[in-house]
């Protein structure tokens, strides 16, 4: 994986690839390459490391053509190379592969007794010599491609050019995402991101699973799985997906992590009718029996939301709620009963690992319920749920995610606020006090980015540390997480998130003078305990940063900093106790002059096992 683009058009279309190619540069990347078919044939130009880099080979090269396909790579099988970097060429054939051929090992086996020769360590090698040798045997190259797709196990979104057909792009999809592209101009893309083509695309298309074809000249053919026709389901392009750039920020994180406000006052406008919470894409979540067991299902920061929404439904429900990661839950044999409903949380609502955990939910148990919240409606977890909370975060170009978890947060804080009221649980007046303090933490946020300035006096306490360790109860404790997370994601320190109260058994060897210890203790959330535990880490040497809601007369006195934040409620607490996390983590990776918004190693949407 990581970032798709194939072009058809009645001009050169390099441009129109390098365009596609940046505007998914966010998703993170290690290579890019393009390759054409013009009148020279097939020509590839592909470079380690950033965008600029193609560039500048292109602009040494005659690449050019009519027909073409791009790719940024996130490495998954061979180091980060030229040799590596998509697109790979075979006999006249050119692919792009986001996803994993799992049998690639016994197909290059196979092919390199057939005379195939193999350049480079990728699993994605293997398909454009299996598509050549197939190609050698039949005269028809749609049958030729089906076939080679049929061969294939694993996961792939594919676009490629075979050159015995030259004003052809062809395409496929299974178990990663992939899209179609038109405009009026008659230009044709495949995209693995609606990003990618914003600018170029006027309407759009979301292949299904097993979904593909080719397109020349206009004419689209889309074949099922079983190459039966299909005819093309076209909507118009969402205006969201255009990148509207910093506006003034240094980094698309920074904008993003300011832009918050704005994001819970859309979640707001979405789901609240004066004081009463209503759900339009999941109107059964509040209408049909409560369910006897929750399972919530996520990756990363999302899963670190999941957590703390599982303290909210337990207390006010009274219901078993078990959140696990999806790539140890799907391959576990989860025991999932009757009268659960399933919730998967993911930003992009294509994560691999989800996706496989809501299909094995829906085949154990095809009874039960599935909810997903995503930010993307068009998503394959949104398509194949029983409903949808989307997030309004609007696209989310940083790779360390922000806007978006804080909007995962507040949707499921919504969530767990009108389960609470239909299961009796809370009254109509608390749950209107609640939804309130909701409204109040627009303005709270934005009073706590407005002061900003607090974090930066702890930046030097980051200069010369071995680690750091994030300490919190309750929901809390996975904001403790989400903090440790975030800082090692985008500044390379090593950071650990942990119960404040489970401390003392094991990370309280690693204290001494050289770890900041940074304490997040609210007053919703076992204050006591947590300024003991504070204590216990201060005793031992450890620098403390105190992240906390008391009134500064109640502020201790011997801790190095102290961030502020506005008292919230049981439900908003973590998101305004987010905002200073969010805020540390950016200006310490600052500090260690790091590429805050496309840290080394990260892909933003994982497409892969």
């Not at 300011?258 to 009463?276: F, G, M, N, S």
């Not at 993307?376 to 978890?405: C, F, M, Q």
């Not at 489970?502 to 060897?509: F, T």
């Not at 500090?591 to 918004?597: A, E, M, N």
Request: glycine fraction near 8%; proline fraction near 5%.
């Amino acid at each position: 994986m990581c970032g798709i683009i194939g072009a058809l058009a009645d001009r050169d279309v390099q441009r129109n690839l390098l365009s596609a190619l940046q505007q998914m540069e966010y998703r993170g990347y290690d290579s890019a390459g393009i390759c054409q078919l013009g009148n020279d044939g097939l020509q590839a130009v592909k470079a380690a490391g950033k965008l600029a880099n193609l560039r500048d080979k292109l602009q040494r090269s005659s690449c050019c053509g009519h027909v073409g396909i791009g790719h940024t790579r996130w490495a998954t099988h061979g180091e980060p190379n030229e040799i590596n970097a998509h697109p790979h060429l075979a006999a006249g054939c050119a692919i792009v592969h986001n996803g994993i051929i799992e049998n690639h090992a016994e197909l290059r086996a196979r092919l390199t007794v057939a005379g195939h020769n193999f350049h480079s360590q990728t699993d994605t090698e293997v398909i454009p010599n299996l598509l050549a040798e197939l190609i050698t045997s039949s005269d028809d190259l749609a049958a030729a491609w089906h076939h080679m797709l049929q061969s294939l196990e694993g996961a792939y979104a594919l676009a490629g050019l075979i050159e015995a057909c030259p004003a052809r792009l062809w395409f496929a999809r299974k178990g990663s995402p992939l899209l179609l592209g038109r405009n009026r101009d008659g230009a044709a893309f495949v995209a693995s991101d609606a990003l990618a083509l914003a600018g170029l695309a006027d309407e759009i298309m979301y292949l299904r699973e097993g979904e593909w074809g080719y397109v020349e000249a206009g004419s689209w053919q889309i074949f099922d799985a079983d190459g039966q026709p299909i005819s093309a389901s076209w909507e118009i392009m969402p205006p969201a997906t255009a990148n509207s750039g910093k506006d003034g920020f240094r980094h698309y994180m920074e904008k993003e992590i300011y832009e918050q406000p704005a994001v819970l006052q859309r979640i707001l406008d979405a789901y609240l009718d004066v004081d009463t919470i209503h759900l339009p894409d999941a109107p059964w979540l509040l209408n049909e029996p409560l369910p006897q067991r929750i399972v919530i299902i996520a990756c990363g920061t999302s899963y670190h939301a999941a957590l703390t929404a599982r303290y909210w439904l337990e207390r006010y429900l009274k219901v078993s709620v078990e959140v696990d990661v999806a790539s140890e839950y799907r391959y576990r044999n989860p025991v999932i009963g009757e009268q659960t409903l399933l919730i998967t949380l993911s930003q992009s609502g294509e994560t691999a690992d989800t996706l496989e955990a809501l299909r094995l939910f829906k085949r154990t148990t095809p009874h039960n319920r599935a909810l997903t919240i995503c930010n993307v409606a068009s998503s394959s977890l949104a398509r194949e749920s029983d409903g949808l909370i989307e997030l309004h975060a609007g696209p989310e170009i940083g790779v360390a995610s922000t806007k978006a978890y804080l909007a995962q947060l507040a949707v499921l804080s919504l969530v767990s606020i009108a389960l609470a009221h239909r299961a009796g649980a809370m009254d109509t007046p608390t749950m209107q006090q609640h939804l309130a303090q909701h409204r109040r933490t627009i303005d709270q946020i934005s009073e706590l980015l407005a002061s900003a300035a607090q974090v930066n006096s702890a930046i030097p306490l980051f200069s010369h540390v071995h680690g750091a360790l994030f300490l919190g109860r309750g929901p809390c404790y996975p904001l403790a997480l989400e903090g440790a997370l975030k800082l090692k994601e985008i500044s390379y320190l090593h950071a650990e998130g942990y119960a404040a109260g489970e401390m003392k058994h094991g990370p309280i060897a690693l204290i001494d003078s050289n770890l900041p210890v940074i304490v997040i203790a609210p007053q919703q959330y076992h204050l006591d305990k947590v300024l003991s535990n504070l204590r216990e880490v201060q005793a031992r040497g450890a620098k403390v940063i105190l992240l906390t809601d008391l009134r500064q007369s109640d502020w201790p006195d011997d801790v190095c900093r102290i961030f502020a934040i506005p008292e919230g409620d049981y439900f908003t607490t973590p998101l305004l106790a987010a905002i200073p996390l969010q805020l540390l983590a950016y200006e310490v990776a600052l500090s260690k002059g790091t590429d805050v918004d496309q840290p080394r190693n990260l892909a933003k949407s994982v497409t892969v096992e």
